[in-house]
C-alpha cells in the first residue's frame, strides 16, 4: 500500500513538471517517421555495442584507478552483517520466530547449514573478486557484477522474504545488506568505467612509511592465514616465471624490508643524539606496556578463576531418586519430587557448622561452604513399584544367602537432577555407595534376608552406615560421598531397616472363580535420628540425603571455566611464554635485517621486480630475484648496498 501511494505521486509529479515545461516551450513532442524507427533502433544497438565494447576493452587510457579497496571493504562489512545478524535470515514460522545467535552455535559447536551456505558463498564471491582484480579482466568482471546484481536482488527482495516470513522493509539485517552491496555495485562500475590499473602487485599501505600505514601492515600480517591466502592467490593468478616458494620469498622480503623502512622513518621524525639516554615517556609506553602485560600474564589465569568463582551460581536439585540392589537384583526405587527437596534454613546451617570437629574449618566454614548450596532431600520410605524379579533370580538370591559363610554385595545408588543453566553442566548426575555383608559382621542381616526371601518370617534387615549422609554432586562428572565433611563430622553414614512386605490380591473371576496374586514391595526406614532439626512437613522414618552441589559459572564464563586453573595455564600462558620467548631469541638473528640503515635500494629493487612482472619479462624478473637473492645470501653485500655512508658519498 506504502508502495503503491509513492508510485502515485511520483507519477502525479512528472505529469506536473511536464505541464510546466509545455507552459513554457521547453517541452517537444517528435514524431518519428514509420521508415526511421528501423534506422533509430539500429542506432541504439550499435550505441550499446559500442559501450559495452569500450567497457571491456584491454586498450590503455591514461586516468585509470584502483577501487579494489572500497569495493573489499563492502564486502567485508557484508560478511560481519551476516555473522552478527544472523538472527534476522533464519526461519520463521508467521509472527513467532526462534532467534538464533552464534555465540550459541559456538557454545554448542553447531554450525546450521544455511549459516554455513551464507558465509561461504561470501567468503567465494570474494575470492572470485580478488581473482578477477589480479587478471585485470574486465569482460569477467562484468558478468560477476551482473551475476551479483541479479542474484542479490532476488535473494534479497524474493526469496529471503519467503524463508523468514519477514518483509524486506522489515528486516534491518537485509536492509543493512543492502547498502553496503549498493556500495560495492558503485564501486565496481567506477572500477569497470575507469578500467583496471596496470599496477595492482603490492599493499595498498606500501606507498606511505608514516607511523600509522605501519600499525596497519603490522595488524593485517597477524590476521591469521589471511597473508598467506592472499599471497598465494596472486601467484595463482599472475603470469611469473617464480616458483611458488621463490615468490612467498620476496614477499617476505618486501615486507621486512617495509617494516625497517617504516622505523628508519619514524627515527628521522624523533631523532635522537648519539649516548643519550632512554626517556621516561618511552619506558612507560614500551616497557611499562610490556610489564603490565607480563604480570597479568602470570597471574592472569588465578584472577579470572577467581573471578568466575566469585560470579558463580548456585546449581540446586530439583529432584532425586534412590534405589537398593542386592548382588545387582533391584529390590526397591523410591523418587523424591520437589516438595521433598528443602534449603537449608540459617539454623539449620548453624547446626551443621557447630557438628564439624574441626577448629579451622569451622572458622572457615562459610567461606568454603555456602549454605545456598546445601540441600536436604528427605526419600518416603514405601517403594513406588513392586518387586517384580522373576523366580529364577529369587532362587539365585536364596542359593547365595543359604551358606555356610554367606556373603553378598548391598549396593546404594542414588540419582539427582537438576536444570543445567548452560550446555558444560550435566542434568542428572549418579553415584553409589556399596556395603559389603559378610557373615562375620553381618550375620543377622544376611539370615534376615535368608528368611524373608523364603516366606519363613519378617524380621526387619538391619543394615549399618547404608549410605552416606553427605553426597556431593559436582556440575558434569559422577556424584560421589562427601568426604570433606563426612571426615569431619561423626556418625556421618546411616543406619537403615529393609523390610519385605506382602499381601495377596485377590480378582474374583466367573462361576465362582478367583485368580489369587502375591504382591511384594520393598520398604525401608531410617533407624538414624534426624541430623538436622526442621520445621517442613515430615514424611516418617523417611531416609534424609544433604546434598553439597558444586557451584557453576554464569553462561557468559562457561567457556573459561571448563579449562581450569591448570588447563588456563598450559593453554594461554604457557602458548603466550613460548611466543614471548622465541621472539626474543630470534632478536639476535633479525639483526642483519633490522640493523639496515638506508633500506631504499632493496625497496627499489623490490619495484623493479613487480614493475617487470606486469610488463610479462619474465627474464629480467628471473634476474632481479635472483640479484635479491644473492644480496641477501651474503650480509657483507646486504651492508655495503646499505650503507648510509656509502650511498650519501656516491
Not at 564501486?187 to 575507469?194: D, K
Not at 520437589?338 to 577448629?359: A, C, G, I, W
Not at 540425603?545 to 554464569?554: H, L, T
Amino acid at each position: 500500500f506504502r508502495n503503491a501511494i509513492a508510485n502515485l505521486l511520483l507519477l502525479m509529479t512528472l505529469v506536473f513538471h511536464r505541464g510546466l515545461l509545455k507552459q513554457y516551450g521547453l517541452w517537444r513532442t517528435t514524431t518519428v517517421p514509420r521508415n526511421n524507427k528501423q534506422n533509430l533502433l539500429k542506432r541504439v544497438l550499435n550505441d550499446v555495442k559500442s559501450f559495452f565494447r569500450k567497457l571491456v576493452s584491454s586498450d590503455v587510457v591514461s586516468g585509470r584507478k584502483d577501487y579494489y579497496i572500497p569495493i573489499l571493504t563492502c564486502d567485508v562489512f557484508c560478511f560481519l552483517t551476516i555473522v552478527f545478524g544472523y538472527s534476522y535470515f533464519s526461519v520463521g514460522i508467521g509472527n513467532r520466530r526462534d532467534v538464533i545467535q552464534v555465540a550459541e552455535f559456538i557454545q554448542t559447536n553447531n554450525v546450521p547449514v544455511p549459516f554455513l551456505v551464507m558465509l561461504f558463498l561470501q567468503f567465494v564471491s570474494m575470492l572470485i573478486d580478488r581473482a578477477i582484480y589480479i587478471r585485470h579482466s574486465s569482460l569477467a568482471k562484468l558478468i560477476f557484477y551482473f551475476i551479483l546484481l541479479i542474484g542479490w536482488h532476488i535473494w534479497l527482495l524474493i526469496i529471503l522474504p519467503i524463508i523468514t516470513d519477514r518483509g524486506f522493509v522489515d528486516n534491518p539485517a537485509a536492509q543493512l545488506i543492502y547498502v553496503f552491496k549498493s556500495g560495492y555495485f558503485i564501486f565496481s562500475a567506477l572500477q569497470l568505467i575507469s578500467g583496471y590499473p596496470t599496477r595492482i602487485l603490492g599493499y595498498f599501505v606500501g606507498s606511505s612509511y608514516s607511523t600509522i600505514s605501519g600499525l596497519i601492515f603490522t595488524g593485517y600480517r597477524l590476521i591469521p592465514l589471511l597473508p598467506e591466502l592472499r599471497e598465494v592467490m596472486d601467484w595463482i593468478f599472475t603470469d611469473t616465471s617464480l616458483s611458488l616458494l621463490n615468490w612467498l620469498r620476496v614477499q617476505e622480503i618486501w615486507s621486512d624490508i617495509y617494516k625497517v623502512k617504516v622505523r628508519r622513518e619514524r627515527e628521522k621524525n624523533s631523532p635522537r643524539d648519539l649516548g643519550e639516554k632512554q626517556g621516561i615517556a618511552s619506558k612507560l609506553l614500551q616497557g611499562g606496556a610490556l610489564l603490565v602485560a607480563l604480570v597479568l600474564l602470570i597471574w592472569g589465569p588465578l584472577f579470572v578463576m577467581s573471578f568466575v568463582n566469585q560470579t558463580s551460581v548456585s546449581n540446586p536439585p530439583i529432584s532425586g531418586s534412590i534405589s537398593i540392589r542386592l548382588e545387582g537384583i533391584e529390590l526397591l526405587q523410591i523418587q523424591a519430587q520437589n516438595p521433598f527437596v528443602f534449603e537449608l534454613t540459617s539454623q539449620q546451617y548453624s547446626d551443621l557448622r557447630s557438628k564439624v570437629n574441626s577448629t579451622s574449618i569451622k572458622r572457615d566454614f562459610p567461606n568454603l561452604f555456602r549454605s545456598e548450596d546445601f540441600h536436604r532431600i528427605l526419600f518416603p520410605g514405601d517403594t513406588s513399584v513392586l518387586w517384580t524379579a522373576s523366580p529364577p533370580s529369587q532362587n539365585q538370591l536364596v542359593s547365595l544367602l543359604d551358606k555356610e559363610n554367606p556373603s553378598a554385595i548391598l549396593t546404594f545408588s542414588w540419582s539427582l537432577q537438576r536444570s543445567p543453566s548452560t550446555g558444560l553442566v550435566s542434568e542428572t548426575v549418579t553415584g553409589s555407595y556399596v556395603t559389603n555383608l559378610t557373615s562375620a559382621i553381618h550375620l543377622d542381616a544376611l539370615e534376615n534376608f535368608l528368611c524373608n526371601l523364603n516366606g519363613t518370617c519378617s524380621n526387619p534387615i538391619e543394615i549399618e552406615d547404608l549410605y552416606p549422609l553427605f553426597v556431593y554432586a559436582p556440575a558434569t562428572s559422577d556424584s560421589s560421598e562427601f568426604d570433606q565433611l563426612s571426615d569431619l563430622i561423626p556418625n556421618s553414614r546411616t543406619n537403615s531397616s529393609i523390610n519385605l512386605e506382602q499381601s495377596i490380591l485377590e480378582i474374583p473371576l466367573e462361576e465362582d472363580h478367583s485368580n489369587v496374586t502375591l504382591q511384594q514391595w520393598w520398604t525401608i526406614k531410617s533407624n538414624s535420628d534426624r541430623f538436622l532439626p526442621s520445621n517442613e512437613q515430615q514424611v516418617n522414618n523417611a531416609l534424609e540425603i544433604i546434598v553439597y552441589s558444586e557451584r557453576v559459572a554464569p553462561p557468559i564464563f562457561s567457556f573459561l571455566s571448563s579449562f581450569g586453573i591448570i588447563g588456563l595455564y598450559v593453554s594461554v600462558v604457557l602458548v603466550l611464554s613460548k611466543f614471548i620467548r622465541s621472539f626474543i631469541n630470534e632478536l639476535p638473528q633479525n639483526l642483519l635485517i633490522d640493523g639496515i640503515l638506508k633500506p631504499d635500494p632493496l625497496l627499489k629493487l623490490c619495484d623493479d621486480i613487480f614493475t617487470v612482472r606486469e610488463t610479462k619479462n619474465f627474464i629480467l624478473e628471473e634476474i632481479l630475484v635472483g640479484k635479491l637473492f644473492y644480496i641477501f645470501r651474503s650480509p657483507e653485500r646486504l651492508i655495503e648496498i646499505t650503507d648510509s655512508a656509502k650511498i650519501k658519498t656516491e
